[in-house]
C-alpha cells in the first residue's frame, strides 16, 4: 500500500524544546552511533535493520550528507533514543526522512522536538516546501506531523483512495485540517 504524503511550506517553527537533560546530536560518523541508530529502527521502522541498512538509507542515500543531516536525540545518560534525518532534494524539497525512536522514550515530547530542530535546519538551509512520508498505522506521528504544521496531501487521481484514508487517520485522531490537492 502507498505511503501517505504531507507538505509543509515554509513558516514559522513552533519551538518545543527538550526535556531536561536531552540533547541533539549531528551524526558524527562513528560506528558506535550507526549501531545506535540500528537499535533504534529495529523497534518499529525496519525491524531488519542492519549497518547496510544505515548506508542504503542515510549515509549513500543520494542528495544526504549524514553528517549535516542525520539528527539524534541523547537522553541524559549520552544514549540516542530518537532519530531522523532531514535532507535537500535537488528540486529544492526538504524531506524528513527515516524517523525511529526508543519505545521507552516516546510520549515525553521528543517527536515534536526532534522535527521542529529539523524543520528550523531545513528553512535555514533555504527550504520553502518540506515533505515526507508515512504509514497510516503511525497515529502518534502523524499526528506530530499535523501538530507540526503539515497537510495531508490527495492526488488528484479518481482511482487514487488517499483521501478516504485521510478522512480516516483524522478521525481517528481527532483532528481537523485542510488537505493539500497535487496532480
Same mark, same amino acid.
Not at 537533560?21 to 529495529?42: H, M, N, P, R
Not at 545518560?77 to 524517523?99: A, F
Not at 528550523?120 to 506530530?144: H, N, P, Q, W, Y
Given at each position: 500500500?502507498?505511503? @501517505?504524503?504531507?507538505?509543509?511550506?515554509?513558516? =514559522?517553527?513552533?519551538?518545543?524544546?527538550? =526535556?531536561?537533560?536531552?540533547?541533539?546530536? @549531528?551524526?558524527?560518523?562513528?560506528?558506535?552511533?550507526?549501531?545506535?541508530? *540500528?537499535?533504534?529502527? *529495529? +523497534?518499529?521502522?525496519? =525491524?531488519?535493520?542492519?549497518?547496510?541498512?544505515?548506508?542504503?538509507?542515510?549515509? +549513500?542515500?543520494?542528495?544526504?550528507?549524514?553528517?549535516?543531516?542525520?539528527?539524534?536525540?541523547?537522553?541524559?545518560?549520552?544514549?540516542?533514543?530518537?532519530?531522523?534525518?532531514?535532507?535537500?532534494?535537488?528540486?529544492?524539497?526538504?524531506?524528513?526522512?527515516? *524517523?525511529?525512536?526508543? =519505545?521507552?522514550?516516546?510520549?515525553?515530547?521528543?517527536?515534536?522536538?526532534?522535527?521542529?530542530?529539523?524543520?528550523?535546519?531545513?528553512?535555514?538551509?533555504?527550504?520553502?516546501?518540506?515533505?515526507?512520508?508515512?504509514?497510516?498505522?503511525?497515529?502518534?506521528?502523524?499526528?506530530?506531523?499535523?501538530?507540526?504544521?503539515?497537510?495531508?496531501?490527495?492526488?488528484?487521481?479518481?482511482?487514487?483512495?488517499?483521501?478516504?484514508?485521510?478522512?480516516? *487517520?483524522?478521525?481517528?485522531? +481527532?483532528?481537523?485540517?485542510?488537505?493539500?490537492?497535487?496532480?
Amino acid at each position: 500500500m502507498e505511503q @501517505l504524503r504531507m507538505i509543509r511550506y515554509s513558516g =514559522p517553527v513552533t519551538d518545543k524544546p527538550l =526535556p531536561e537533560g536531552y540533547s541533539f546530536k @549531528l551524526f558524527g560518523g562513528t560506528d558506535e552511533e550507526i549501531a545506535q541508530w *540500528v537499535g533504534l529502527c *529495529v +523497534n518499529g521502522l525496519v =525491524p531488519g535493520a542492519t549497518a547496510k541498512t544505515f548506508d542504503d538509507t542515510v549515509r +549513500n542515500y543520494e542528495n544526504i550528507v549524514a553528517e549535516k543531516d542525520c539528527l539524534f536525540v541523547a537522553d541524559p545518560d549520552g544514549k540516542y533514543v530518537m532519530t531522523s534525518t532531514y535532507y535537500i532534494r535537488p528540486n529544492g524539497e526538504g524531506l524528513v526522512h527515516m *524517523v525511529a525512536s526508543a =519505545p521507552e522514550s516516546r510520549g515525553k515530547g521528543l517527536g515534536h522536538a526532534i522535527l521542529a530542530e529539523g524543520l528550523r535546519m531545513l528553512e535555514a538551509r533555504g527550504c520553502k516546501v518540506i515533505r515526507l512520508k508515512s504509514d497510516d498505522f503511525r497515529l502518534a506521528a502523524i499526528k506530530t506531523y499535523l501538530v507540526g504544521g503539515f497537510k495531508p496531501v490527495i492526488f488528484d487521481d479518481p482511482d487514487s483512495d488517499m483521501e478516504e484514508r485521510w478522512n480516516k *487517520v483524522c478521525e481517528q485522531l +481527532n483532528f481537523k485540517t485542510d488537505y493539500v490537492y497535487e496532480k
